[in-house]
């Protein structure tokens, strides 16, 4: 983990691996124009982007590398929203399910995807990638979130 950060962990303790390889991976962030992170290119490499830089939307890649690092296929797809039938679904969120969310703009296909953290009266906090262009927690209202899912 890197310094200085802190995450809460789940009532129960556990951190699945996954989420434990998603907290190593905090601040991994896409590079200025002209330049491109290849570690976001190797997240890249885990769905049909792979060979792409850092300048396309990755929040499914990297879900789906960090899935990969802990043994678990992925959806392979770089949508958000192909992870809608992966896993299992919850009927509530649990510590590092995946959460499905609509997008910010109103295009039907379009998603954003990440791990859940917590919650309150109106977010969710996701950690994922592509996060304000980065891998960090970020907070997005209720009426987005699709769909929990688990492996």
């Given at each position: ?82 992870w809608l039938s992966w896993g299992n679904p919850l009927d509530a ?38 996060q304000l262009g980065e891998v960090r927690e970020l907070a997005y209202?209720?009426e987005r979130v699709l769909a929990y899912r688990w492996p």
């Open positions: 983990m890197r310094e200085g950060f802190r995450y809460e962990p789940s009532v129960t303790g556990f951190t699945p691996a996954w989420l434990d390889i998603a907290f190593r991976e905090r601040g991994v962030s896409r590079y200025g124009p002209g330049e491109s992170n290849p570690r976001i290119a190797e997240y890249n490499n885990t769905t049909q982007l792979a060979g792409y830089d850092d300048k396309i939307s990755w929040c499914s890649s990297f879900l789906n590398w960090c899935m990969k690092q802990s043994g678990i296929p992925g959806t392979g797809s770089a949508l958000a929203r192909s969120p649990r510590y590092g399910c995946v959460a499905v969310l609509t997008a910010d703009d109103a295009v039907e296909w379009k998603g954003h995807v990440g791990f859940f953290i917590r919650s309150d009266a109106h977010n969710v906090y996701l950690f994922g990638g592509n209202p209720l």
